[in-house]
T-cell receptor, first 110, second 112 residues
Framework: EDKVVQSPLSLVVHEGDTVTLNCSYE??????LLWYKQEKKAPTFLFML????IEKKSGRLSSILDKKELFSILNITATQTGDSAVYLC??????????FGEGTQLTVNP | SAVISQKPSRDICQRGTSLTIQCQVD?????MFWYRQQPGQSLTLIAT?????????ESGFVIDKFPISRPNLTFSTLTVSNMSPEDSSIYLC?????????FGPGTRLTVT
């Protein structure tokens, strides 16, 4: 079964805090691990990770993949209220099919 | 990255009717995908739309309920047939390009 587990399911922080979101997956047919931010309807693409140990960065967001331990983390530093959203991770398997985790609801309070 | 548009953005439909959702991409792509997000849940893949061949459906989804067309490399439609309130969801199309897998803006469907 293609299972993706995210933790925590929800998180409330204050502006300026740093957060770490976790994603674990099963190894079957793994092709890549993707992170998305979802605020209203459409998930917005953040990162695609295929190689272990190589950090990807975009502004205050960064992510890394550990293919030995089968997990990925998404870090957000100096959080802002605009970071409040559901963060989804997804495992890509053959045929570019995505299996999503439940998501982490992040709330950043001023 | 690919720019994806969907129509309609939202609709309210009566049970028993059908709705066709359109997805347009600004570049040619080999595969397009249709996902569903039921209220309070994560995204689930419905099917892969292949140009020139029948769509490939995931377990739990059937062609009679969700017929898909893929007439060319930039366009696809998903029809939700004989709707019931359980079909109330956000429906999203997605494509993969060199940068990753991207989603359209979604169609919010409410079935009454």
């Amino acid at each position: 079964e293609d299972k993706v587990v995210q933790s925590p399911l929800s998180l409330v922080v204050h502006e300026g805090d740093t957060v770490t979101l976790n994603c674990s997956y099963e190894v079957t047919n793994f092709r890549s691990l993707l992170w998305y931010k979802q605020e209203k309807k459409a998930p917005t693409f953040l990162f695609m990770l295929t190689s272990s140990g190589i950090e990807k960065k975009s502004g205050r967001l960064s992510s890394i993949l550990d293919k030995k331990e089968l997990f990925s983390i998404l870090n957000i530093t100096a959080t802002q209220t605009g970071d409040s959203a559901v963060y989804l991770c997804a495992k890509e398997t053959s045929g570019s099919r995505l299996t999503f985790g439940e998501g982490t609801q992040l709330t950043v309070n001023p | 990255s690919a720019v994806i548009s969907q129509k309609p953005s939202r609709d309210i439909c009566q049970r028993g009717t059908s709705l066709t959702i359109q997805c347009q991409v600004d570049s040619q792509v080999t595969m397009m995908f249709w996902y569903r997000q039921q209220p309070g849940q994560s995204l689930t893949l419905i099917a892969t739309a292949n140009q020139g061949s029948e769509a490939t459906y995931e377990s739990g989804f059937v062609i009679d309920k969700f017929p898909i067309s893929r007439p060319n490399l930039t366009f696809s439609t998903l029809t939700v047939s004989n709707m019931s309130p359980e079909d109330s969801s956000i429906y999203l199309c997605s494509v993969e390009d060199q940068t990753g897998v991207h989603f359209g803006p979604g169609t919010r469907l409410t079935v009454t």
